[in-house]
């Protein structure tokens, strides 16, 4: 493994994440909330913390607006290497409700749009910032009427810099992503069957390979995580077992995972077992944590001590 110099990592919809913590969520009813963390947040933000956490280098590139946007700007640095792009939007709010019994609930806003020159300096600052065999990744939703065209610019920018692109989104930006042939998507199993219309996760990695995609990790939960690229290998690995929690986040968290154990190699054959083992690994360290975008390295071993040994990566038979 050799670590990239930078991992440049966008979030289109960051948000200030709220966790609520109470004795038991009770719909209908008044519930006290025992403690209140408040955090600059988002897909991609998670993303970043667990980078950082970790050791890769990493900065995480968002449009921020208003007083909540100055506050997650300020915040945000003081955690990470942070780009704060000024939006005249104002940054959006989730708030997660969480008893530690039960999944928490979360209640997500679905942020403004952003005027067309936010998105402009957005993609500019990737151009600046991703370096030849390094990694951008593009994490989270995108808010409402974002041009359909803005996953497809932040992938040509990276590469055009030399870096790969790793996409984890939802709906029409991730089959956007796989058509401007993306090196990496990460969907959960409910985004892959939803964007591509199957049934089966199995036939929604063929379809989003087939658009154009370099290679698909699916995560499924408790089940674990199904992998496939372009040219024919295929790997799957199991979740660490006995970890409960708060799962939010546990998506984040695998994603850097997987980036830490590629560092600046292509998603392959040889690579692909050890990177889903990692991010199983990375997944549930984040499991363990109060808060997403949190993963403690010191769990980091025994966890993996948990699991079996890897199964080789194979490579797909062709049918004759």
Do not use: I
């Amino acid at each position: 493994m050799t670590t990239p110099s930078r991992v440049v990592v966008v979030t289109p919809n960051p948000a200030v994440d709220v966790t609520y913590r109470v004795d038991e969520q009770r719909l209908g009813e008044t519930v006290r909330v025992r403690d209140v963390v408040r955090r600059p947040g988002g897909k991609g933000v998670n993303v970043t913390r667990v980078l950082t956490a970790l050791g890769v280098p990493a900065v995480a590139v968002q449009p921020v607006g208003g007083a909540a946007g100055a506050w997650f700007a300020e915040s945000l640095g003081a955690d990470v290497d942070a780009v704060c792009v000024p939006s005249p939007v104002g940054t959006r709010t989730t708030v997660a409700v969480d008893d530690r019994a039960t999944h928490p609930t979360l209640f997500a806003e679905p942020g403004d749009p952003q005027p067309a020159e936010v998105w402009d300096r957005v993609v500019g600052e990737v151009d600046r910032l991703a370096v030849p065999g390094g990694w951008v990744v593009v994490s989270g939703s995108l808010p409402p009427e974002t041009p359909v065209d803005l996953v497809a610019r932040l992938v040509a920018a990276s590469h055009g810099a030399g870096a790969r692109v790793l996409v984890d989104t939802s709906g029409a930006p991730l089959l956007a992503a796989a058509e401007a042939r993306a090196d990496l998507l990460t969907p959960n199993a409910d985004e892959a069957r939803s964007a591509t219309g199957a049934d089966d996760v199995r036939l929604a990695v063929d379809d989003l390979l087939a658009c154009g995609a370099g290679a698909v990790v699916v995560s499924r939960g408790a089940d674990g995580l199904l992998a496939r690229t372009a040219t024919g290998a295929e790997a799957e690995q199991a979740a660490v077992p006995g970890v409960s929690g708060n799962p939010t986040g546990a998506g984040d968290a695998a994603t850097a995972g997987l980036l830490e154990a590629l560092g600046a190699d292509a998603v392959s054959a040889a690579s692909l077992a050890p990177a889903l083992r990692r991010a199983a690994v990375v997944a549930a360290a984040a499991v363990l944590s109060a808060v997403a975008g949190d993963a403690d390295p010191a769990v980091l071993d025994g966890l993996d001590a948990r699991l079996a040994p890897p199964p080789p990566t194979r490579p797909r038979e062709e049918s004759p």
